[in-house]
Nanobody, 126 residues
Framework: QMQLVESGGGLVQAGGSLRLSCAASGRTFSYYAMGWFRQAPGKEREFVAAISWTGNNTYYADSVKGRFTISVDNAKNTVYLQMNSLKPEDTAVYYC???????????????????WGQGTQVTVSS
């Protein structure tokens, strides 16, 4: 099994920034795409951003495009989500996920990913 552990969440004022990290360990794969999703209370889990194993291809939800940046350090088995210009509507539990079936692309859907972290809370106050 692959384990994913998120960190970096917290409370921030609107307009502020946070950097989330997700470290992978356990079972290793030759390659895997990584994604970030979030879930607010009473809402379904939604796609935020994703990155291919090579790091060359990145994907963003329209709601975060231009504000969030996803990156990967394969040597550290860690993916990051830099979140700038945060808004109260960004408040949610953020989850990272891994898809060991893709090397050059990444998926947009929960069902695309096999492994999930436990989540980290991000709260943006107005």
């Amino acid at each position: 099994q692959m384990q994913l552990v998120e960190s970096g969440g917290g409370l921030v004022q609107a307009g502020g920034s946070l950097r989330l990290s997700c470290a992978a360990s356990g079972r290793t794969f030759s390659y895997y795409a990584m994604g970030w999703f979030r879930q607010a209370p009473g809402k379904e889990r939604e796609f935020v951003a994703a990155i291919s194993w090579t790091g060359n291809n990145t994907y963003y939800a329209d709601s975060v495009k231009g504000r969030f940046t996803i990156s990967v350090d394969n040597a550290k088995n860690t993916v990051y989500l830099q979140m700038n210009s945060l808004k109260p509507e960004d408040t949610a539990v953020y989850y990272c996920a891994a898809d060991p079936r893709r090397e050059f692309s990444a998926g947009y859907y929960v069902a695309d990913y096999d492994y999930w972290g436990q989540g980290t809370q991000v709260t943006v106050s107005s």
